[in-house]
């Protein structure tokens, strides 16, 4: 095993929070910072060939290997776990740039309340509301402590959209950076409709410009063209914001930083309580140990979890006791299958891109008063125009066609194809003691290292909840002129074969204190200060809306607290 | 080295079948010529391809609506994918132990789609594509819950609507009788435009709108 010389910092993952902290410190320290990526590396003109949904949207050519690492799944403690042998609920990235080079670009700011989940619920509701099993905690931060930085990361990536028109929105410092996007016809319907029906409707926050935008590092990208070709696929204009096209030129230019591919960190290092650095084998199959001042985890919900129980720092969470952190927590999110729509007349729907169209909040975290109801919190509802591309769309019929093949199918199929849509809903996921993480006793990855092993079930809260919002989206649904509607129920129990969202959380989470949290809200390790773990993982539960900008937000105030104060004075920063 | 087999078509069968029409009608024109062609098979020999295609064409039957899966080549798609990693599941996580589990966990299966095929030309039997359609339609009925109808479902949706230079979609066909345009660079000037009216712009491949040739992920890896 070879060992490399020290680097300051080691980060281990090439998406963008670990791009975003090798910025802020190349840009703002003069130490040297190491990407360690296990993909392969990319640039923003890797696309041009990319309009093809067979090979991008259908076989996943962008995403994780799954043919060398997964993880297994089971339903509960008692049951035997099995790999997910392809990937379909949740669909990780890999390669410079990780999942935010194929994301959606669905931007929104998380409420303020959904940081204090359980000091919300209980104090308007009472404990007794909170759902059997619950392992509900508040962040440990505020929106209002959040939001300067929810201002930096919306003008770094140029995040079109409009203040003033969700009144559910936390205050705000500043306008958006660029107005909002155009709006195709299916999202123009659900803006009337939702008005007519007493919602409030607002252009969804969107990382596909509107504009021509330059952002405070000088980084200039052009409008979107509304291709439909968005969501799995990396932009051909660099429309959308993609860390390839927003902070790879900038990371270019800096010389104290350092981005190696084919980087595949097995362990975290540590000695007396302290991170010494990071051991990884590269493509040929070569081992190496990259010492480092300081190790920061950017490589996603599932794989900083993975590598704290790998590296065995910390203790594992058991749910049979309820003691340990690590693991513990994991959410997904509670996405129905959305509501079908049918109309009678053409959509348009090839048009579109990942965040085109509208948002409610109004059936969104505490935003209307559950006493009655038979759940707490909500979900982030949207009508898009996202792209509506035939391979994966084609087939759906209305009900009273019994069969999925044959003329009568093909028939009802054609004729559907382009008057169908889907309202989007992303249910909140609260956190509960059963579902977790841990290692799996029976298989293993590629290099001989124990898959993650994933425990998870639906719970009742999260059903209800699907159940009332899909039925007043039902009603908005006809408003639209809809002359059918389909609102399937949340499963009745949770599947790795339908896609829900790329959004997990959880594992690693950050809270007010060692006894109830692996980081604190500095996203720093509480035992082994030297140690940081950026993304998902730290989120205590998943609050509905697309996760990406809190993600930017809290990776760019842990990396002024690195800045002004870490690089200063190492050591606890809480 | 395996025989090299061939897939023999009627030009008529291939494509040259449509002409395109602003509405989503599509329009039947006979075929100048009844030229045979023939296409060289990647995987499948010429009989297995005729069983496979004739089972694809009852799941998509070409009818007054318009062409199927036999026009759009869906075959051929379907032949290269299986000759290529897709076919041997190098693309999906295949170690040991294989053990049968909930439909939740997903296929859990050791078969490859090469397999999957394999076990699905048994279950159609020898005689398959020489069966009236109602015979065939019957048998289909007593394999719909089987992996390999299942697959062949989807590769049949694939082959139809794929772009074409992986095989299927001949002449753009799938993107024709359902309106989809393929892919163009820019709906700017259209995307708030069109409410509630059909907009049909002329399905083009991608190697049209890029004007040179694109290699498909099959025949890379």
């Known amino acids: ?574 | 080295m395996r025989r090299r087999h061939f897939l023999t078509l009627s030009s008529t069968a291939v494509g040259g079948l449509l002409v395109f029409t602003l509405e989503r009608e599509p329009m039947r024109v006979h075929a100048q010529t009844d030229r045979r062609i023939r296409v060289p098979l990647r995987f499948f020999d010429e009989r297995e391809a005729l069983i496979v295609a004739a089972a694809a064409a009852r799941i998509f039957p070409s009818d007054s609506i318009g062409p199927g899966a036999w026009e759009a080549g869906v075959i051929v798609y379907i032949d290269r994918q299986l000759a290529s990693p897709f076919g041997r599941d190098k693309n999906r996580f295949t170690q040991p132990p294989f053990e049968e589990g909930v439909p939740e966990q997903g296929y859990q299966g050791k078969a490859t789609p090469r397999e999957i095929y394999g076990d699905g030309l048994a279950l159609l039997g020898r005689d398959f594509d020489r069966l009236t359609p109602d015979q065939q339609d019957a048998k289909l009925r007593t394999i719909e819950t089987t992996y390999f109808f299942r697959l062949l479902r989807q590769n049949t949706i694939e082959g139809m609507f794929c772009d074409p230079m992986h095989g299927g979609n001949v002449d753009l066909i799938g993107w024709q009788i359902i309106g989809y345009p393929g892919p163009y660079m820019s709906w700017a000037d259209h995307i708030d435009q069109h409410y509630g009216t059909p907009f049909r712009p002329k399905p083009r491949s991608l190697s049209d709108v890029l004007g040179r040739k694109v290699k498909p992920w099959e025949d890379e890896a």
């Not at chain 1, 919300?120 to 905690?137: C, D, F």
């Not at chain 1, 409707?201 to 200039?220: E, F, Q, V």
Request: glycine share 10%; proline share 7%; hydrophobic share 35%.
């Open chain 1, 1 to 574: 095993m070879k060992t490399l010389p020290r680097a300051d910092v080691a980060i281990v993952g090439g998406g963008w929070a670990g791009l975003l902290m090798a910025k802020e410190l190349g840009a703002r320290t003069g130490l040297s910072v190491v990407v360690l990526e296990r993909g392969k590396p990319r640039s923003a003109n890797d696309y041009t060939d990319g309009m093809d949904e067979l090979d991008y949207a259908i076989r996943l050519r962008m995403m994780q290997d799954v043919s060398k690492e997964t993880l297994t799944f089971r339903h509960t403690s008692k049951d035997r776990a099995l790999p997910i042998r392809q990937f379909a609920s949740f669909l990780p990235g890999t390669g410079v740039g990780g999942s935010g080079e194929h994301w959606t670009g669905i931007v929104p700011r998380f409420l303020p309340d959904a940081f204090e989940v359980h000091t919300r619920t209980v104090e308007r509701y009472g404990a007794k509301r909170l759902p059997e099993n619950h392992s509900i905690q508040d962040w440990g931060i505020t929106y209002a402590e959040l939001e300067p930085f929810y201002t930096r990361a919306e003008r770094l990536l140029g995040v079109s959209g409009k203040m003033g028109l969700d009144p559910f929105e936390g205050p705000r410092s500043a306008e958006y950076p660029t107005p909002p996007v155009k709006m195709g016809y299916f999202p123009s319907l659900f803006v009337t409709a939702a008005r007519s029906l007493g919602y409030h409707p607002a252009p969804t926050a969107s990382a596909n410009l509107s504009t021509p935008y330059r952002n405070p590092d000088g980084i200039i990208r052009p409008a979107c063209q509304y291709c439909g070709y968005c969501e799995r696929f990396g932009c051909m204009v660099g429309a959308k914001a993609q860390p390839t096209n927003t902070l790879l030129p900038v990371i270019a230019r800096q010389k104290n930083v350092t981005i190696r591919t084919g980087a595949n960190v097995r362990r975290v290092l540590h000695k007396d309580g302290k991170a010494t650095g990071v051991q990884y084998r590269d493509a040929s199959g070569e081992e190496f140990v990259q010492p480092a001042g300081v190790v920061m985890l950017a490589s996603w919900t599932l794989n900083n979890t993975r590598l704290l129980l790998l590296s065995k720092i910390g203790e594992p969470y058991d749910p049979a006791t309820g003691k340990g952190h690590v693991g513990r927590n994991l959410t997904h999110q509670s996405q129905s299958r959305a509501v079908t729509l049918f109309f009678d007349r053409p959509l348009n729907r090839f048009m579109g891109a990942g965040a085109n169209g509208a948002n409610i909040r109004d059936l969104d975290g505490d935003c209307f008063d559950h006493g009655p109801l038979d759940f707490v919190r909500g979900a982030f509802i949207v009508a898009h125009a996202l792209g509506f591309r035939p391979i994966a769309n084609f087939g759906v019929v209305p009900p009273s066609v019994k069969t999925n093949w044959g003329a009568e199918w093909k028939k009802a199929a054609i004729e559907a194809f382009d008057c169908t849509a889907n309202m989007g809903i992303s249910g909140e996921h609260l956190a509960y003691r059963t579902n977790y993480l841990d290692l799996d006793p029976t298989y293993r990855d590629a290099n001989g290292d124990p898959l993650l092993r994933m425990t998870m079930d639906w719970n009742d809260n999260e059903r209800n909840m699907i159940r009332y919002v899909s039925a007043k989206m039902a009603e908005v649904g006809r408003a639209m002129g809809a002359r059918e509607v389909l609102t399937p129920p949340l499963a009745r129990r949770y599947d790795v074969v339908t896609y829900k969202s790329t959004h997990l959380q959880g594992g690693t989470i950050m809270g007010t204190s060692p006894a109830n949290s692996v980081l604190n809200t500095w996203l720093q390790h509480w035992q082994m200060s030297n140690l940081f773990v950026l993304g998902g993982s730290s989120f205590p539960q998943n609050p509905s809306g697309n996760p990406t900008l809190t993600i930017l937000a809290q990776t760019l105030r842990t990396a002024d607290a690195i800045v002004n104060r870490y690089a200063k004075r190492p050591g606890p920063l809480a």
